[in-house]
């Protein structure tokens, strides 16, 4: 399983994602479920993974292989709409080559991929992408996206972020998020992909890898475990008779 969350605000856009793809009782395997394109200057461009790790693996793959190509590609579009529609044609090439009309039932070949930059003379856009190859943008009412385990880490991103929030305070938004998750299903793990994007920079702002060791991810786990404590012990209790 896996936990991937990115917004896209006012300031620019935030992504992050864990790095746990099993989590057996005697194995625990680890891959990137971010993968970066970006051509100096000109766009720049994130893409965050959940579901068959083959089908997704093999997406990026052919994403990668066909960049720069004269087939259609992510370095040829003119639009952030366009290089959706092009990882979602991906999608469905690769689960359609892999289950032909579907015939294998007994594996989910699905895989959802959250999509999102900058493309020199446009805004920055957020896609969330479906198996199916279809998608949805994210919007000033809908500033980010989650895919894999999500709902352990919904609350927070619900009750803080909105489309104004700072770059920095989403970050933190995000980290409690995962730290949320990870308590709750094992199946999400460190370390923690990060990177930042500011408006119109067209490169990141921010990049880091957190793993257990993050100084300022151990002092926000202590701090909001110690807050959410001392927060319940401080609401009014009921009358129960």
């Known amino acids: 399983m896996t936990y991937c969350v990115a917004m896209r605000l006012a300031d620019g856009l935030v ?3 864990d790095s746990r793809t099993n ?3 005697d194995q625990i395997s680890t891959f990137r479920k971010m993968h970066v394109f970006e051509q100096p200057g000109e766009r720049e461009l994130v893409i965050l993974s959940a579901g068959n790790l083959a089908t997704s693996q093999s997406v990026i ?3 990668e292989k066909r960049a720069g190509s004269e087939d259609p590609n992510v370095f040829s579009t003119t639009s952030m709409f366009e290089t ?3 990882v979602g044609r991906t999608i469905r090439e690769v689960i359609h080559r892999d ?3 579907g015939k294998v039932n007994h594996v989910d070949f699905s895989c959802s991929l959250i999509l999102g930059g900058q ?3 446009e805004e920055a856009r957020l896609f969330n992408i479906y198996p199916e190859g279809n998608f ?3 919007t000033e009412e809908t500033p980010y996206f989650q895919i894999g385990e999500s709902k352990y880490g919904k609350p927070i991103l619900d009750r803080v972020v909105n489309y104004k929030s700072s770059l920095d305070r989403a970050y933190q938004c995000a980290l409690v998020s995962f730290d949320s998750t990870m308590k709750s299903n094992l199946s999400v793990g460190m370390p923690l992909d990060v990177v930042i994007y500011r408006n119109n920079e067209l490169k990141p702002c921010f990049v880091d890898r957190v793993d257990e060791h993050n100084d300022y991810f151990h002092q926000l786990r202590q701090q909001w ?3 959410i404590q001392e927060l319940i012990g401080g609401l009014q209790p009921p009358v129960i008779r």
Do not use: M
């Open 15 to 17: 992504f992050a994602s």
């Open 23 to 25: 989590a057996g009782f």
């Open 61 to 63: 793959s052919l994403l």
């Open 84 to 86: 959706a529609e092009v």
């Open 99 to 101: 289950n032909p009309e």
């Open 119 to 121: 493309i020199r003379g």
């Open 136 to 138: 949805i943008e994210a």
């Open 225 to 227: 475990h110690r807050g």
